[in-house]
C-alpha cells in the first residue's frame, strides 16, 4: 500500500512538472496567444477563478497523496485530516461555479482613490488600512485584484478550519466531536458561503479573532496584535476587548494598544491622516440611510421599512434603532456578567465566558448587518452545544440555527430579518443556560461517543 502511494504521489509530481513545462514551453514559442488555443472560457464562468480553483485542487491532491504516502496521516489526525480535505474539495467546487463577485468593487474602489491621492468613496466603511493594503495591487487591475483575493480567502477558509476545530477543543470538546461539528458547521453554512462568494474580509477578520481566543494567555503580545489588526479589518470586534479587560490583564491591554496604535501608523505613513477623517465621515452617513434593505438584517433597516406604514418620521426610527441597541448593550452586558459568574462555557478564564454574547452584541449593533454577518456569531451558537438541556431549549435552538445558517439568503419582508431574531433567541439562551451548572446530556454523551470509535 505504501509503495502504490509512493508511486502515485511520484506520478503527480511528474504529470505537474510535465504541464508545468508545457505551458512554459507554448508561452515562449507562442506567447498569450498560444496558451489561449489550449484553454476555452465558458459563458458563464471566470477563467481566472476556475484556473485558479483547478490549480489550487491539483494541489490539494498532491498534498493528500505526499501525506499518505509519507505516513503523515494516521490514527491521531485522521478525523481531522479528512475532514480538511474533504470541507477544501468541496468549497473549490463550489467556489469554481460562481463567476460574478460583489464587494471586492468597493474595496478596489477605495484602494484606486487612494493610489490616485482622491478620498475614500462614501462606500468604503472600514478603517483605512484595508485600502491602504489593497493599493499596492491596484496596478494588477480589476482582474487580478480580484483573484488574489479569491486566493486569500482560499487559504482563509482553510485557516478557519483549524482554528475552529482548536478553538472547540478549547472549549471542552473532544478532539472526534470537534472535527465533526466543524466539518459540518461549514459544508451547509449561508454566511460562509455569502462571505466566500462577495470575497469579503469577514472570515479573515474571524480568523484573527479565533487566534486572539487561541494565544491567550500564553502569548499575549501576538493574542494582543491579532485582534488589533481585527479591528482595524472591520472596527466591530473591538466590542471584544471588554472581555481581555475582564482579565485585568495590563500586559495584554498595553500590547494591544501599542499595537493597534502601530498598525494604526501604517495607513498615515502612506497616505496621511485624511483618510481616517474620510472614514469616520462614512460611518456618519452609514447611520443616516433613509432606506430598508432586506440583505441588511439591522434593526435600522428592519425599522426603516416599518416608516411608510405607520408614518414615522426617519428622525424618530432612528432614535428607535438606537433604544433597541441599548437595549441589547444592557442585555449583553446581563448575560455576559451571569456567563462569566457561573463559567457557563469555560472554568479556564473571564474572557472565554465573556466572548459568546459579545460576539452577538459586536454583530448585531452595527449600523448594517449584512446576512454574511452571521458567520460572527460562530461561537454563540455552536457553545451552546455544551449547555442545553431541555426539550424547548433544543427546538428553539434548532429554529434560531436555522434561521442563521442553514436558510438561503433572500429578500422577502419579513423572513429576511430572521437573521436578526436568531441571535436574540441564542442570548435569551444564553441567559437561561447560564443559571443552571450542568452541562448538556447530549454534549457529554457526544464527546464521549466519538471518542470511542475505533478509528
Known amino acids: 500500500m505504501k509503495h502504490s502511494l509512493q508511486t502515485a504521489f511520484k506520478s503527480w509530481i511528474g504529470l505537474t512538472l510535465l504541464v508545468s513545462a508545457s ?55 485522521i478525523w481531522l485530516m479528512a475532514g480538511f480535505f474533504l470541507v477544501m474539495f468541496v468549497y473549490l467546487n463550489i467556489l469554481r461555479e460562481r463567476f460574478r463577485y460583489g464587494d471586492y468593487h468597493y474595496y478596489l474602489e477605495a484602494a484606486t482613490a487612494l493610489a490616485n491621492r482622491q478620498p475614500l468613496p462614501d462606500s468604503y466603511l472600514y478603517l483605512p488600512l484595508w485600502a491602504t493594503l489593497l493599493q499596492f495591487l491596484v496596478p494588477l487591475g480589476d482582474q487580478g485584484v480580484m483573484i488574489t483575493l479569491w486566493v486569500v480567502n482560499v487559504f482563509a477558509l482553510a485557516t478557519f478550519y483549524f482554528l475552529l476545530f482548536n478553538v472547540l477543543k478549547r472549549y471542552g470538546f473532544s478532539d472526534h466531536f470537534s472535527v465533526v461539528i466543524a466539518i459540518l458547521f461549514m459544508l451547509i453554512n449561508t454566511p460562509l458561503m455569502r462571505t466566500l462568494g462577495f470575497i469579503q474580509v469577514n472570515l479573515m477578520t474571524l480568523d484573527l479573532i479565533l487566534f486572539s481566543i487561541l494565544a491567550y494567555p500564553k502569548n499575549e503580545f501576538l493574542s494582543a496584535l491579532a485582534l488589533a489588526l481585527a479591528v482595524h479589518l472591520k472596527t466591530s470586534p473591538a466590542v471584544l476587548v471588554l472581555a481581555f479587560l475582564l482579565e485585568f490583564n495590563w500586559r495584554w491591554l498595553f500590547w494591544f494598544a501599542v499595537s493597534f496604535l502601530a498598525i494604526g501608523l501604517f495607513p498615515v505613513a502612506i497616505n496621511g491622516v ?24 439591522s434593526f435600522d433597516s428592519f425599522l426603516r421599512f416599518l416608516n411608510p406604514f405607520f408614518g414615522i418620521q426617519i428622525a424618530q426610527t432612528r432614535l428607535m434603532a438606537l433604544a433597541a441597541k441599548a437595549l441589547l448593550l444592557i442585555g449583553t452586558l446581563m448575560v455576559m456578567i451571569q456567563t462569566v459568574r457561573s463559567q457557563t462555557f469555560s472554568k479556564e478564564n473571564r474572557m472565554l465566558n465573556a466572548i459568546p454574547p459579545l460576539l452577538i452584541l459586536m454583530t448585531l449593533a452595527s449600523p448594517i448587518v449584512w446576512d454574511h454577518h452571521g458567520l460572527f456569531t460562530t461561537l454563540s451558537f455552536l457553545l451552546m452545544l455544551k449547555r442545553i438541556n431541555s426539550p424547548a431549549a433544543w427546538a428553539w435552538f434548532g429554529f434560531a440555527y436555522f434561521l442563521e445558517f442553514l436558510l438561503p439568503s433572500f429578500d422577502f419582508f419579513p423572513w429576511s430579518y430572521g437573521r436578526l431574531i436568531a441571535p436574540i433567541i441564542i442570548l435569551v439562551l444564553m441567559w437561561g443556560v447560564s443559571k443552571k451548572h450542568e452541562t448538556s446530556h447530549f454534549f457529554g454523551a457526544a464527546n464521549i461517543w466519538f471518542e470511542k470509535l475505533p478509528i
Open 274 to 297: 485624511s483618510p481616517y477623517f474620510q472614514y469616520v465621515n462614512n460611518a456618519f452617513l452609514l447611520t443616516q440611510i433613509p432606506d430598508t434593505n432586506f440583505h441588511d438584517t
Open 23 to 77: 505551458l512554459v514551453a507554448i508561452y515562449l514559442r507562442n506567447g498569450i496567444t498560444g496558451l489561449n488555443l489550449f484553454i476555452q472560457e465558458w459563458p458563464l464562468s471566470n477563467l481566472a477563478v476556475t484556473l485558479a480553483s483547478t490549480t489550487l485542487t491539483w494541489l490539494l491532491m498532491g498534498a493528500l497523496l505526499y501525506m499518505l504516502a509519507g505516513k503523515k496521516i494516521n490514527a491521531g489526525n
